[in-house]
């Protein structure tokens, strides 16, 4: 069954089945029950956990469901965000891996997807086919449930990992489908486990307009852009955005979060030049450009080397059992980089509250 209560303006109202129906005629057989949840929704306006104690026993009852499961139903869903560029090596995949290490050690729960058959952030964490042998792949095709194939990330708790194992390619020589096959083909499985998370974030491939990046710009509610400090930027920029129009159009809820810069060498003169001519042409474009940014540095690659990688001591440790995993405080540092990540992370949700304040 699916319901739904709907807050604010339209909290007298459930939605069952994507039917809208008024709870005060559901309960008309007992009233009790309707007074008391026409009573309590007199009492505020703003529909929140302390209505679900005095409404849930009666809703549970009336839809022979547990209290549970109503509660299941209004957790907030997760946000979508996808961490993009069309251009191949900017650092989607060490941005969005760090930025997820990141929102992990704030105590957030995450499922990062990856969405790229290089699989790199696959690797990056160390999952292979041994610990799960299916891959977004099979649950975009429905051979399998996305449950199934999502993996917890074995030395960082509360962080998911839907993996890719190549597949993928497949899905590209896929006949074309139509925009609503498209949506449908992530959007179920992804709006399944929405519940399950505070962040669904996808590690995007390097490429546009293809059946497999348009169904992600089609569930995802957020994109943010990864750059280099190079002129070229420019260039990808306008073609970004070109593109994206186009995915406005098939979903409303898109939002450019803002761009960022990474790989910045701050002793290269010249292209923190062109990083500053880019950045101030794509304000005036009216796009967000953040005021953190992510330096050069080894450490972007060092802590899956040295941590997540099969190959590293720590995985061989952790798998002889010597070691158990690694804590809150750990993973933080660990995808800190000298804090550039943690404060980018922060202007992401920075971003991301700005939006949603202005929706309220
Ligand atoms: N801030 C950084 N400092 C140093 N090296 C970096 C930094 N960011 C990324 N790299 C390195 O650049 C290379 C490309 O990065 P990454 O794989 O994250 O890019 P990508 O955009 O995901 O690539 P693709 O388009 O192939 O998916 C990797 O070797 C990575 O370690
Ligand atoms: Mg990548």
């Not at 109503?70 to 560029?85: C, F, G, Q, R, Y």
């Not at 943690?342 to 509250?353: D, Q």
Request: aromatic fraction near 10%; charged fraction near 25%; include cysteine.
């Amino acid at each position: 069954m699916d319901l739904e209560l709907l807050t604010l303006g339209l909290s007298r109202w459930v939605q069952v089945n994507k039917r809208l129906i008024n709870i005060s005629l559901l309960v008309e057989e007992t009233n009790t029950a309707r007074s008391t949840i026409q009573k309590v929704l007199n009492e505020e306006t703003v529909f929140g956990p302390a209505h679900y104690e005095k409404i849930f026993p009666f809703l549970a009852k009336f839809y022979k469901v547990t209290q549970d499961d109503l509660l299941d139903l209004v957790k907030p869903k997760a946000k979508i965000i996808a961490i993009w560029n069309q251009k191949g090596g900017v650092g989607k995949s060490t941005c969005s891996n760090h930025i997820c290490g990141q929102l992990v050690a704030k105590g957030k729960k995450v499922l990062l997807i990856d969405s790229d058959y290089q699989g790199n952030t696959t690797r990056n964490f160390s999952i292979s086919k041994e610990d799960s042998p299916h891959d977004l792949f099979d649950v975009l095709t429905k051979q399998i449930d996305i449950r199934d194939a999502i993996v917890p990330a074995k030395y960082v708790s509360g962080l998911d990992i839907l993996p890719s194992y190549g597949k993928m390619v497949e899905f590209e020589t896929t006949p074309i489908l139509t925009v609503n096959e498209k949506i449908r083909s992530y959007e179920e499985p992804i709006q399944s486990v929405s519940r399950d998370y505070d962040f669904i974030i996808f590690d995007m491939r390097p490429t546009m307009r293809d059946c497999h990046s348009d169904p992600i710009f089609l569930v995802a509610e957020y994109m943010f852009m990864v750059m280099n400090p190079s002129s070229m930027s420019w260039d990808g920029y306008i073609m970004a955005q070109e593109y994206l129009r186009r995915c406005y159009r098939d979903n409303m809820n898109l939002k450019f979060g803002g761009a960022f810069f990474n790989r910045i060498r701050s002793n290269v003169q010249y292209e923190i030049d062109s990083m500053l001519a880019v950045a101030s042409a794509i304000e005036k474009d009216g796009t967000y450009v953040f005021e953190n940014g992510i330096k050069e540095s080894v450490g972007a690659k060092k802590s899956f080397e040295l941590y997540f990688r099969d190959t590293s001591s720590f995985c061989n440790a952790f798998e002889n059992g010597e070691i158990e995993g690694i804590n809150k405080g750990q993973v933080k540092a660990i995808f800190d980089m000298n804090g550039d990540f943690s404060e980018l992370t922060e202007e992401i949700l920075a971003v991301i509250n700005k939006y949603e304040n202005e929706n309220q």
